[in-house]
């Protein structure tokens, strides 16, 4: 595992950026991976700015793999990870919504959805690059602590410090899903590069626990010790707790 500290998070979003453009340009039909979240959104801002500004590569060829969804909102809802991802980055680089693809959280199909978007991520010969968050209690998408460290995509139960931490992004806590979509630690370790951004002083001790301390389940994102191919981007104050 690779970890560059860095000294903002503007550091962590110009760095991210500057990997994803290399892995699109290298390889203009790449399939990245997506986290939502508040982390990743300097980096999709990045991204979209040098992309407006002509000099980021095409997107025309990428395909892209959302890490998970929300379970009950109603479709389109502006906090669903589609319409998320769609908003602040995919739209904007040009991506056509047909190479968007998320966990299908309609009623009908939930039975079927984890085993129908691992098909559909085996079909498009996995992930190339990861982009991850971490959660303030160490989960990883929305595998909470106690996760197997080999799930695949499944319905899991957020805790209540998740709906509490997410509430920011509805109207209040009560607005929160409880039920999400999300890729399992296992269907993560199975992409071929890992890129955790972490920034903020809430990330310090979940960020040092999964870099630093025993592989568990009750640190869900310290299955990252377990790939060959990591790289952790953190700002000085998520860094804090590492040795
Ligand atoms: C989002 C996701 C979550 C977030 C995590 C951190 O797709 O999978 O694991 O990465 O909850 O969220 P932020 O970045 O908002 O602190």
Known sequence: MEVVPLATADDVAALAADTIEA????????VLGL?????????????????????GPSYDE???????????????????????????L??????????????????????TAGARYEEELAAAGG?????????????LA??????????????????EETRRDNA?????VDEVPRHVL????????????????????GKAAALAAAVEGPLTAQCPASVLQLHPHVTVLADDAAAAGLA
């Open 90 to 111: 995919t739209d904007p680089l040009g991506i056509a919504p047909e190479r968007v693809h998320g966990p299908d959280p309609s009623p009908d199909g939930l039975p």
């Open 23 to 30: 892995l699109v340009r290298q390889r203009p039909g790449a």
């Open 182 to 201: 999300t890729q399992g630690l296992g269907t993560i370790l199975r992409a071929r590069h890992l890129l955790l951004l972490a920034t903020g002083a």
């Open 62 to 88: 990428v395909r892209c793999f959302t890490l998970d969804e929300y379970v009950g909102l109603p479709p389109g809802h502006p906090e669903s990870y589609r319409a998320t991802i769609a908003r602040e």
């Open 142 to 159: 929305f595998n909470e602590p106690g996760s197997s460290l080999g799930s695949l995509t499944r319905i899991k139960t957020l805790t």
């Open 168 to 172: 920011r992004f509805f109207g209040s």
């Open 35 to 55: 986290a939502t979240g508040s982390t990743p959104l300097p980096t999709y801002e990045e991204l979209v700015r040098r992309h407006r500004s002509g000099t």
């Open 127 to 139: 992930v190339d690059l990861q982009v991850l968050g971490i959660g303030s209690d160490g989960h």
